[in-house]
């Protein structure tokens, strides 16, 4: 089992979502999985490098859907996303500036799992359910009464 263990609880009830977020518990299991044999420096900047294409493009897809329905939540939403980015982004410089690997990635795989499960908990089932309320409140203006 790796470090970032999916549970029910974290379903959010929106596929998409849920599925980049159980690819994003895949990615940081890969990580964890690198991080605990011998790998190479270049190595890890790659799987670190994969790791952050597919988050921004998560985080993206997100934006657009709270954008989307107008969240109210939106900029705080955003904001912690930009800060998760900006630290994975310095860790990227710090390995590319040959600090050593266990320096830089210490503890690294917990950490991305522990941010991702609190922030799904704490934020993004918020979120989705004011996505999910908004969405059918648009379909039934578009339907209309039922009878
Ligand atoms: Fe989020």
Redesign the pocket.
């Known amino acids: 089992m790796g470090i970032a263990v999916w549970s029910e609880d974290l379903a959010c009830g929106y596929e998409l979502i849920d599925l980049q977020h159980r690819h994003l518990f895949a990615l940081i299991n890969t990580l964890d999985e690198s991080l605990q044999k011998s790998i190479a420096k270049e190595e890890l900047s790659l799987l670190l490098a994969d790791l952050l294409e597919y988050t921004e493009f998560h ?1 993206r897809c ?1 934006e657009e859907l709270m954008r989307s329905l107008d969240y109210p939540h939106l900029f705080e ?1 955003r904001t912690i ?1 930009e800060k998760l980015t900006k630290q994975v982004m310095d860790l990227q410089f710090r390995l590319r500036h040959s600090e050593s690997v266990l320096a830089v990635f210490f503890d690294l795989s917990s950490f991305l799992a522990d941010w991702l499960r609190h ?1 799904i908990q704490e ?2 089932i918020k979120m989705i359910h004011f996505v999910r309320r908004a969405l059918k409140e648009k379909q039934a203006q578009v339907i209309g009464p039922v009878n």
Do not use: A, G, L, V
Request: proline fraction near 0%; aromatic fraction near 14%.
């Open positions: 985080f997100e939403h996303h922030h934020n993004d």
